[in-house]
């Protein structure tokens, strides 16, 4: 049993029916009718170990999550507001403790968050954060997307993946220390993509936030709106420092299946480009065009390029429901 037939079988019965709940399981946030508001909540836990590494700077630990929950709501198009803090910690350490903190701060101070409640307890370090946020309008969900949309990406892909997989090797010299100390911020400090989110919500039909590869989440959209996706290889975009560590095979291979990027894919009709690369530039947030939402269901993918052919060749990627 995945995760996904654990929470169908044993927890979807209990959400019940009733017109205060806009968007219930199943999305990046859950949308409730709240008198004449609309308040999306989201809820994400990091285990050190399984989502961190035990070594990862207590800094690190707290910006990222909140910064993953921020990403949930941004998904979603809300304005975040409030955060809630469950905290299980092996000991009292007062230098471990202020530096979480700060780093916690750093993530939600900037999105004008204010940490409003939570509980702490003892046992194996766990870091739970639910966001409360505000929604202005029609939320964005996975479910919307139309044939012949454009697949777009924010951003570029596989970084935190490449990052997490070198954060522990021994220093390197010059510039290849350099790209790797790059990826390794890109894995702990994530920019959850809140303004694009917002722009997002009047111009695109579909969106999701990238925490477990690619093809997993653009799958999410694809079953969601019962579309196919159809996505060029050679156009997912990859950063200098992750092609210069890895190599454009094994760059590719992240982007597509490594998760922890936080950036945002989304569907939009072609008439709405435009008007979406005039706002990402005010927002310095990349854009790019990566494929088409078509009639059909699943992931199809193409390549060109020797390295995304032979990425393709290898996995099985070229259709699959
Ligand atoms: P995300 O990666 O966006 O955080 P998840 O993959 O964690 O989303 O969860 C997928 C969906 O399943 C979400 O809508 C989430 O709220 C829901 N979900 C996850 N776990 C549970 C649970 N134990 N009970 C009810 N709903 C759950
Ligand atoms: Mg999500």
Avoid: K
Avoid at 30 to 44: C, E, M
Avoid at 210 to 230: V, Y
């Amino acid at each position: 049993m995945d995760e996904f037939e654990l929470i169908a079988r044993y927890f979807a019965p209990l959400q019940g029916e009733g017109d205060d709940l806009v968007v219930g399981q199943g999305d990046d946030g859950a949308v409730i009718a709240a008198g004449s508001s609309r308040l999306v909540v989201v809820v994400d836990t990091l285990v050190a170990g399984v989502h961190f590494p035990l070594s990862s700077p207590p800094h690190a630990i707290g910006y990222r999550a909140g910064a993953v929950n921020l990403s949930d709501l941004a998904a979603m198009g809300s304005s975040p507001r409030w955060a809630t803090l469950a905290l299980t910690l092996p000991e009292a350490d007062p230098h471990w403790l202020a530096e979480f903190s700060s780093g916690l701060a750093a993530a939600l101070q900037p999105a004008a968050t204010r940490l409003i409640g939570g509980d702490t307890t003892r046992g194996s370090l766990t870091v739970t954060v639910q966001l409360i946020g505000l929604l202005d309008g029609e939320p964005l969900t996975r479910a919307g997307a139309q044939p012949g949309d454009l697949i777009c990406v924010s951003g570029t892909l596989g970084d935190a993946c490449a990052g997490l997989a070198v954060h522990a090797e021994p220093p390197a010299v010059g510039s290849e220390q350099m790209s790797r100390d790059w990826l390794v911020q890109r894995f702990y400090y994530p920019q959850p993509r809140l303004a694009l989110g917002q722009v997002l919500r009047d111009l695109a039909h579909a969106a999701i936030d990238i925490s477990d590869g690619l093809l997993a989440d653009l799958g999410h959209i694809a079953r969601s709106s019962a579309c196919a996706a159809e996505i060029d290889l050679d156009a997912v975009p990859l950063s200098a420092a992750h092609l210069a560590v890895c190599g454009r095979e094994q760059a590719l291979r992240n982007a597509l299946t490594g998760g922890d990027d936080y950036e945002l894919v989304f569907t939009l009709p072609p008439s709405a480009l435009a008007a979406l690369r005039q706002q990402a530039v005010e927002l310095c947030v990349d854009i790019t065009v990566i494929g088409r939402i078509e009639t059909g269901s699943g992931l199809h993918s193409r390549a060109a390029s020797g390295a995304a052919t032979a990425v393709l060749a290898a996995s099985g990627y070229r259709h699959f429901s």
